[in-house]
């Protein structure tokens, strides 16, 4: 359901990525993702943690205002494919910005619970230094959760034409029902969410074996969030998680037994053309977050009669970071900005285009396209920002056209906040 107008505020939030659209649901993975990173790894951002709290609460007040209408949820401002066949900058935006919601009659289970979990991670964030702001995130993220529970169904189904083929949940809805019953219990402490969980658990698709986890799946972030719930808090009931998360570490693991992974040459773990660095900096935050977990439990993971060790998770981890950062066959770093060779033709408008400064005049719908297709570098550099990265072989074109491999995203940077704080702590570079 959608209309242009439907007398809602909803300012704020976050593009996904090199467009002008702002889609809920990987906005909301990437709160719950940013918000998970301050959680772990919080106290060693030093300096930059206040800025993260400030990056999740831009992201949380805008989410606030999307559920702000009981049993609504607005899902989605601006019509994709009328956003994507123009090149413009956000300032000469004059696509329709139509305003999509899922309620009870056209549900959207998978967004709802992401939405749900993301505020229930960000309140854990806000306990100590924004009580108030914290219980109010808690009370929306429980009432977004019911709804998200109570009317099943994906919103790739009602909203098809205006989600997919963009953020059309391949997963199904099971994974984030279990994903936001996990940052709930973690959140409220509420035995509610704990019988849930054990209630649901294996119709929600606990033990499936899967190794990816983004956007889309959540099944292995909630297996190593409740693994956590066991081996720190004790909760026994718990327990299979473990063995859960132990399935995923031994199939990421170069050579382990039940080892199902892929990696280029070079060393890159490899899942897919389409944007794979998000599963790099995903798997990445969850080894670190598990290593943590063990070493406090002082347990390691059984690979078929192989012990492999928290500082074997670690390096793993290490390994990615440092291929992603330039330590690679092309000494190409990923991150926009670091080091001395970088993508110069990302798939990002407001990168690519003549800032307003240089270039006062509106660009209009379609002329942009020709600056698009060039290659010329992009006049305004996107700091910090990761790309989709190289392909299975190591090769990276640096075109501006293959958003596969050259668009930034927020989910793609998110999880590598918290991987970088432990890792620039630990290697002694802050």
């Known amino acids: 359901m959608w209309c242009s107008q439907m007398q809602v505020d909803l300012v704020g939030g976050y593009y996904d990525a090199g467009d002008n659209v702002k889609f809920g649901f990987p906005m909301a993975f990437t709160t719950t993702m940013l918000s998970w990173s301050v959680i772990e790894f919080g106290g060693l951002m030093k300096g930059e943690l206040q800025n993260a709290k400030i990056a999740i609460r831009w992201a949380t007040d805008y989410l606030l205002k999307a559920t702000a209408h009981p049993g609504t949820i607005y899902v989605q401002v601006g019509d994709a494919n009328k956003d994507h066949a123009c090149w413009e900058r956000p300032e000469d935006m004059d696509t329709p910005r139509s305003v999509f919601k899922i309620d009870q009659n056209t549900p959207g289970s998978e967004v709802a619970a992401e939405t749900a979990a993301a505020l229930a991670a960000a309140s854990l964030v806000f306990r100590r230094s924004d009580r108030t702001y914290s219980k109010l995130l808690a009370r929306r993220a429980i009432s977004v959760f019911e709804f998200a529970d109570k009317h099943r169904g994906a919103y790739s189904t009602g909203l098809r034409k205006y989600v997919c083929p963009f953020y059309c949940d391949f997963s199904g809805y099971q ?134 060790t928290p500082k074997r998770l670690r390096a793993i981890a290490k390994r990615q970071v440092d291929y992603l950062l330039g330590d690679n066959p092309l000494k190409m770093s990923y991150m926009v900005g670091y080091g001395p060779r970088y993508p110069q033709r990302i798939h990002h408008r407001g990168s690519s285009l003549p800032s307003i400064a240089a270039h006062p005049a509106k660009i209009q719908c379609s002329s942009g396209f020709s600056v698009m297709r060039s290659q010329s570098p992009n006049p305004n550099i996107l700091v910090g920002a990761v790309i989709g990265g190289p392909d299975q072989h190591d090769r990276f074109p640096d075109q501006r056209s293959d958003y596969e491999q050259s668009e930034p995203a927020t989910y793609i940077n998110a999880p590598l906040v918290g991987t970088l704080a432990y890792l620039a702590h630990s290697f002694g570079q802050m």
């Open 175 to 308: 994974d984030e029902l279990l994903w936001a019953a996990a940052w709930l219990q973690k959140a409220t402490k509420n035995p509610t969410y704990l019988n849930y969980i054990q209630a649901n658990g294996q119709i929600l698709g606990a033990g499936e074996f899967d190794n990816t986890f983004g956007w889309d799946n959540k099944h292995v972030g909630a297996r190593i969030l409740l693994s956590k719930a066991f081996l720190i808090q004790k909760v026994r009931s718990l327990h299979d998680y473990k063995g859960h998360a132990d399935s995923f570490i031994c199939s990421i693991i170069p050579g382990a037994s039940y080892s199902s992974a892929q990696y280029t040459p070079g060393g890159l773990l490899f899942k897919m053309n389409d944007s794979n660095m998000q599963y790099v900096t995903s798997t990445s935050f969850l080894l670190l977050s598990y290593a943590k977990y063990l070493t406090t439990a002082r347990q390691v993971v059984n690979c078929g009669g192989t012990a492999i």
